[in-house]
């Protein structure tokens, strides 16, 4: 009867309200992609209606951790990033496993981040800075969204290749962070060219330089110069969105939810907005679950040692 009970609720899924979980504050580079991602699997899930919840905090293993316990339905999932593959080595007692208490629905995107200051740094390039942060070790405050999360990945290279501790100051979410930066509480910023395009544009930040190996071809953004030509050797960060479920829903219903992440990935809508914001959207296989759960894991083989070396400790 159970079996039976299942078969049929995947016949009828969707019959409710889904929610998209997203373990970072409202207004940020995850929520941005949770959003627009959101309105574009409307259609392909039947028209229902997606809520997204964000239940920030603790580098996003509180919100990932809410959707590992969830009811195996598919009416709960879980957008997160690069956190997954980070979150292993720098976060002791994980609540959640993620090999195992997760389905993977598929990969999104990836995001280039940006190296951003105040708008009232007295460095406006990158050979400033460094000039800067020599002369101020001690007292600078760098701003990321809690341990394991993109920002605080990105502010840990940054800091070991310039060979300088800063004082990381945590948010629930670079959105807040961000807030705080223009505002000079914070002096520096690593964040998603999905929260920072529109800053950088609207001259509200100083943008020192972009983390991909090749410049972005973003108008905003086309003549930031990278990390690596700026100096730092090897320095190369592209954060990475994916989709997931509890551990446990029903096949039918993770088919479902895959196959309308297939249409959703080629909506023009979200690929006009994903684009507009320096993000390049997953064409490859690794929109397979299977290949996605593959990519998770040798990110997280991948960064776990590089994690280490820069010294860096869990929470
Ligand atoms: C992060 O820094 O990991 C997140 O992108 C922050 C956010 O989405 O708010």
Request: some cysteine; aromatic content about 6%.
């Amino acid at each position: 009867a159970a079996a039976l009970a299942v078969c049929a609720h995947a016949q009828t899924y969707p019959s409710k309200p889904i929610t998209i979980v997203v373990p970072f504050a409202a207004g940020g580079p995850t929520d941005r992609v949770a959003r627009d991602l959101a309105e574009a699997l409307r259609k392909p899930l039947g028209g229902v209606s997606i809520i997204v919840d964000n239940s920030a905090g603790a580098g996003s293993s509180i919100g990932s951790n809410k959707v590992a316990k969830a009811a195996p339905d598919g009416y709960t999932l879980l957008l997160n990033h690069i956190a997954m593959a980070t979150m292993p080595t720098l976060v002791r007692n994980m609540p959640f496993k993620v090999d195992s208490d997760f389905e993977y629905l598929g990969l999104i995107n990836e995001v280039p981040m940006t190296l951003i200051g105040r708008p009232d740094h007295p460095a406006k390039n990158f050979k400033d800075l460094t000039g800067w942060i020599a002369q101020n070790k001690g007292k600078i405050n760098l701003g990321n969204a809690g341990i394991g999360s993109a920002s605080h990945l990105c502010g840990l290279l940054f800091q070991n290749a310039v060979a300088t501790d800063m004082t990381t100051v945590p948010y629930k979410g670079t959105a807040p962070a961000m807030t705080d930066l223009i505002g000079g509480q914070i002096d520096l910023m690593c964040d998603q060219t999905t929260n920072t395009t529109q800053q950088i544009e609207g001259k509200k930040v100083v943008a020192y330089a972009v983390t991909t190996p090749k410049r972005l071809t973003t108008p905003a953004l086309k003549d930031l110069p990278t990390l690596q030509e700026s100096g730092l050797k090897g320095f190369e960060v592209t954060i990475w969105h994916g989709l997931y479920a509890p551990a446990g829903t029903p096949a039918d219903v993770l088919t479902k939810v895959n196959a309308a992440l297939k249409v959703a990935l080629k909506d023009a809508d979200f690929l006009k907005k994903e684009e507009g914001l320096g993000a390049v959207v997953v064409t490859d296989k690794r929109v397979e679950p299977a290949e996605h759960k593959k990519f998770v894991a040798a990110e997280i083989a991948k960064w776990s040692p590089i994690i280490k070396a820069a010294g860096v400790y869990a929470d």
